[in-house]
């Protein structure tokens, strides 16, 4: 089945990488970048992310959503850096999260859904945890399934929106379809669990992603580490940028 997210990770330059290698290298890049001040290596290593989404041949109208879906956050964070300390730490602020962002997206649409949990498990992560995790992102559209259905519902009996939340009925129709949300969701929950008991679900998912690292893996591990090299070195003031 394929999931939304999965949309476009077959059609990445990145999809046949191992997860591992992938997630390993882009976190350790993330952590790298969190504690680099210097605005030259914040925008070599968001340089580097922009040339790595290129390569990888996501759609430049789902990376646009991504990063307009982060953007409120990092111009909060920017201008919070801004009043505090000045110019120079807002822009280290704004490169810092922008290649965080972006790195992120990188991994999210070169990698499917069920492969990076498999990669989470790998690296020993509770079982519990990615379990729920895969859960709570099915029963998200399963949730906007039932709104939608309920929203047609409502519709067919004439019923008209745009009023205000202030409005005494409009306040007690969002009431009402909350209180209802739960409840379809809590016997959607039992209905789901009792599945997976009577498909022999013993509180481990098993996933049929196999996987070996191998040259180009270890090529794409290399370009990471050059790259966090190159980083470090500008932020220690090893390397003058011409």
């Known amino acids: 089945m394929e999931l939304h997210i999965d949309r476009d ?16 290298c ?10 680099v001040t210097d605005a030259v290596a914040l925008a070599f290593a968001l340089l580097f992310a922009v040339l790595l989404l290129a390569f990888s041949r ?5 990376l646009a959503r991504g990063y307009l879906a982060a953007l409120p956050f990092i111009a909060l964070s920017s201008l919070t850096m801004l009043l505090a300390s000045g110019p120079g730490s807002a822009m ?13 997206l990188l991994l999210v649409r ?34 906007l399934e039932e709104l ?63 996987y070996r690292v191998g040259g180009r893996d270890l090529a794409l591990g290399i370009v990471f580490v050059i790259t966090g090299v190159w980083t470090l070195a500008l932020q220690m003031g090893w390397y003058v940028w011409p």
């Open 58 to 62: 996501v759609p430049p109208v789902q």
């Open 110 to 143: 070169t990698t499917p859904f069920m492969d990076l949990l498999w990669a989470l498990r790998w690296f020993k992560v509770p079982a519990l945890l990615t379990d729920m995790i895969m859960l709570t992102y099915r029963f998200i559209f399963v949730l």
């Open 26 to 35: 882009i976190f350790a890049l993330i952590v790298l970048v969190s504690m």
């Open 148 to 210: 939608e259905r309920m929203r047609l519902a409502r519709k067919a009996r004439g019923f008209q929106g745009g009023r205000s939340l202030l409005d005494r009925k409009a306040f007690q129709v969002l009431a009402n379809t909350i209180g209802m949300v739960f409840l379809r969701s809590y016997r959607r929950a039992g209905q789901v669990y009792a599945a997976l008991l009577s498909r022999g679900y013993d509180g481990k998912a098993r996933t049929i992603a196999t």
């Open 92 to 104: 280290a602020m704004a490169l810092r999260v922008s290649t965080s962002v972006l790195l992120l």
């Open 9 to 24: 990770a077959e059609g990445s330059a990145l999809f046949r990488f191992d997860p591992r290698v992938k997630l390993v």
